[in-house]
């Protein structure tokens, strides 16, 4: 079965300062990779996603992603962060059925 | 772009009564979902309809049922509401041969 895990539930950073958000996943062969975002009150956008080709992923609002087959994981990663991106991101996975395993979201805050 | 759209926003329900939730998308896509989200637990599916005419349980279907009423719709209902349905429910699409999903803007459901 597969599975994500989000090892950090709270991520303070400040503005302006590099973000890194860990997932590792568990999945038996090549997976699918999805970042979303939710913001207070509102439904998940998706921020990116991995399927195939090369490792390092670019997504919307200044975030990109890398696949690292080696250590299952797709860290998150944003060089400067701003106060609009205080919001719970969600790592998700699939197996190329179309039925997505969410982790259990990180919280960043972003201090001014 | 009215992408998916879910009906109702809120709802207060009292134990043992039913209720509907109403999701539609416009985006002709042939796979739906729906997933509730409680406080670190991530989103957990609970049935999904791979395309019109078919559903099939996710991993929390107890208490649940759905309908996927044609192309747009797929409607959850609980026939018979318990506090531990208390969450937030999404609803979401994907299309035919891509496991990205396109996520509504919830139902906030209490259930007292």
């Known amino acids: 079965a597969q599975s994500v895990t989000q090892p950090d539930i709270h991520i303070t950073v400040s503005e302006g300062a590099s973000l890194e958000l860990r997932c590792n996943y568990s999945y038996g062969a090549t997976p699918y990779l999805f970042w979303y975002v939710q913001s207070p009150g509102q439904g998940l956008q998706l921020l990116l996603k991995?399927?195939?080709?090369?490792?390092l992923v670019q997504g919307i609002k200044g975030f990109e992603a890398e696949f690292k087959r080696s250590q299952s994981s797709f860290n998150l990663r944003k060089p400067s962060v701003h106060w609009s991106d205080a919001a719970e991101y969600f790592c998700?996975?699939?197996?190329?059925?179309?039925?997505?395993?969410f982790g259990t979201g990180t919280q960043l805050k972003v201090e001014l | 772009n009215a992408g998916v759209t879910q009906t109702p926003k809120f709802q207060v329900l009292k134990t043992g009564q039913s209720m509907t939730l109403q999701c539609a998308q416009d985006m002709n896509h042939n796979s739906m979902y729906w997933y509730r989200q409680d406080p670190g637990m991530g989103l957990r599916l609970i049935y999904y309809?791979?395309?019109?005419?078919?559903?099939d349980k996710g991993e929390v279907p107890n208490g649940y049922n759905v309908s996927r009423l044609n192309k747009r719709e797929f409607s959850l209902r609980l026939e018979s509401a318990a506090p531990s349905q208390t969450s937030v429910y999404f609803c979401?699409?994907?299309?035919?041969?891509?496991?990205?999903?396109?996520f509504g803007q919830g139902t906030r459901l209490t259930v007292v």
């Open positions: 979401a699409s994907s299309a035919q041969g891509t496991p990205e999903a396109f």
């Open positions: 991995y399927f195939s080709g090369d490792t």
């Open positions: 309809s791979a395309s019109e005419g078919t559903t």
């Open positions: 998700a996975v699939t197996g190329g059925g179309n039925k997505l395993t």
